[in-house]
């Protein structure tokens, strides 16, 4: 028997009820995820931008934890947005059909929107509002008025304070539609969007463009490997169902229409999941990335199967989809040691018992983590303070921490490093056995540290040859509001500036560069040159260069761009 709006409105709010009750007692029982902890970090230096993203996450916590300082709180903004999301689409939805049947077994059988109707990341804001675009959008497309030019705008520029990928949103929706450029109103758009985004790029300029820098050059792998297409082609179609999500594709697939909306959905569909298809040429793809698309599937499905009945197979094999997703959840809050074992279940266990027994060794000071954003995180979130300290060696990636005042405030104290492994370079006093595993820890009594220093060459000369030496111009920048002394005469922890050359995935061993830096004085702020000799590799190619200042004890840190040379 049909069900008119007005009973399928109460059934959807019914679901409602149910989808926030399952993601408050998700998000109060599940215990923080460390890239939880990473943004929950944002949320204690609240600014216009990060090293990875946008600030809206961070806005999302810091709202949330002024409510309740506890995991529910994290996520309690989520929770909301999430839900206000499922209203929204509804909305967008009842013009083309009423099948509330149809839309809660489509909305719940999609793996991410489960994941995002607690965890926060900034794919969490980013789910919200491309939602939120597209309902105002609908309405602006139909009414082009200054109501909805205004809110249009506003909504945008939130987009892009959220994650980054809210520009592909835009992209595909202008091209899916070129008479919006023929409007006066849009160019309104374009401007107070840009207008009230000025203060993320200012941030930008500010720090020398770090998520431009990571995004677009740092992240990309050296070489292709073939599996980074099918783990993503096989994420794609497990994150829209694993018992149904072919369904959803192969219905959105075949849906016709002349309708401009649902064009500009399938420009969003398809040029999404193309773009991150290709982005597999360069390095691995996290599946989550293609959440606005997923969204702009489940609407298209939706559309394509609302004007007939629930087929009867599909219903049961939706049911089954979804009872198999909520068991998962349910994994999530009371944990089987079996599962434990596997690595995405046991990121969600065992967080805060492990920082109390780091904290118990480390009591007040300090504690340094190597090549980690996530470990220093965790143990701040469940120690609340922001003691812990990622120390980014030049063998990984930089992040917040090589931004945030954090290094400024151990520098010349005493310190504790904890270290994941017996390395053979140091002088362990600790074994720390957590079910996280085994850790080593052991003190510095006065950390000499420059992981903000930037060394880098005036120029880069061309004309390199196999082996030969070449000497370059290098400008030391001092960040610091203290002069900077790289000098070793009377320090404890000596300090060194090294080189190295990396070639695919290969990093050579750093090499000293033949400078004089025992006189070099840089007063706080201010930038100093010299000159530095280095050896070329002995092979030909193309190779990435390098420039590190090492500190004993720490194994040295990243302090130069990756300076592209190639070697003849």
């Known amino acids: 028997m049909p069900v008119n709006r007005k009973s399928s409105d109460n059934i959807l709010f019914i679901f409602l009820g149910i989808w926030v009750l399952l993601n408050l007692i998700q998000a109060a029982f599940v215990e923080v995820h460390a890239d939880e902890a990473y943004y929950w970090m944002y949320s204690r230096f609240l600014d216009w931008g990060y090293f ?53 077994l489509l909305f719940g059988s999609v793996v991410l929107f489960h994941v995002y ?84 790029i200012w941030w930008q300029v500010q720090n020398n463009y770090p998520s431009f820098y990571y995004h677009v050059i740092d992240r990309s792998a050296a070489f292709y490997k073939f599996r980074y297409t099918t783990e993503y082609l096989l994420a794609q179609l497990a994150l829209a169902g694993p018992l149904v999500g072919w369904y959803l594709y192969s219905s959105a697939a075949v849906l016709k229409t002349s309708d401009s909306f649902i064009r500009a959905l399938k420009f969003n569909c398809y040029g999404i999941f193309i773009f991150f298809l290709f982005s597999t040429l360069k390095g691995r793809v996290e599946a989550h990335w293609t959440l606005p698309a997923m969204l702009c599937l489940f609407i298209l499905a939706y559309i394509a199967l609302a004007d007939r009945p629930v087929a ?112 053979s370079e140091y002088k362990l006093q600790d074994t720390i056995r957590t079910e996280k595993g085994i850790y080593y820890g052991t003190w510095i009594d006065s950390v000499r540290m420059y992981q903000k220093v930037s060394v880098n060459p005036l120029t880069v000369p061309a004309g390199w040859k196999t082996g030969a030496l070449r000497t370059l111009k290098l400008k030391i920048t001092n960040p610091y509001d203290e002069p900077l002394v790289l000098g070793n005469k009377n320090q404890k922890w000596k300090c060194y500036l090294e080189y190295s050359f990396k070639k695919g995935d290969v990093l050579e061993d750093f090499k000293p560069v033949q400078a004089n830096l025992e006189q070099l004085n840089i007063p706080a702020g201010a930038s100093a040159e010299i000159t530095g000799t280095i050896k070329a590799p002995a092979t030909a190619g193309k190779y990435k260069l390098i420039l590190s200042l090492r500190t004993e004890p720490f194994r040295g840190g990243r302090n130069s761009n990756i300076i592209a040379v190639e070697i003849k």
């Open 52 to 104: 990875d993203h946008p600030p809206m996450v961070a806005l999302f916590i810091k709202t949330g934890d002024a409510i309740s300082g506890s995991t529910l709180g994290l996520r309690l903004i989520t929770v909301l947005t999430s839900t206000l999301s499922v209203y929204f689409l509804w909305q967008m939805l009842k013009p083309y059909a009423v099948n509330i049947k149809l839309f809660i």
């Open 117 to 200: 109707g607690f965890i926060t990341t900034p794919d969490a804001p980013l789910a919200f509002f491309t939602v939120l675009f597209f309902y105002v959008y609908q309405r602006y497309e139909k009414e082009d008025n200054r109501k909805w030019a205004l809110l249009l705008a506003l909504v945008i520029a939130c987009l892009l304070y959220s994650k980054y990928h809210a520009i592909l949103v835009l992209f595909f929706t202008v091209i899916s539609n070129l008479k919006l450029l023929q409007r006066r109103s849009f160019w309104g758009i374009v401007l107070v969007s840009i207008l009230v985004f000025l203060p993320h």
């Open 312 to 423: 009867r197979w599909f219903e049961r094999l939706a049911i089954a989809n979804i009872a198999l997703v909520i068991l998962v959840r349910l994994v999530l809050i009371v944990p089987l040691d079996a599962l434990k074992k596997v690595r995405i279940v046991a990121y969600y266990f065992s967080n805060e018992e492990w920082a109390k027994q780091i904290r118990q060794k480390a009591g007040n000071y300090p504690v340094i983590f190597y090549d980690s954003f996530q470990a220093p995180s965790r143990y701040n979130y469940y120690t609340r303070s922001t003691k812990g300290f990622s120390y980014d060696s030049r063998n990984y990636r930089k992040n917040q921490y090589d931004i945030w005042p954090l290094e400024d405030s151990i520098r010349h104290k005493k310190a504790y490093l904890v270290l994941d492994n017996e390395y």
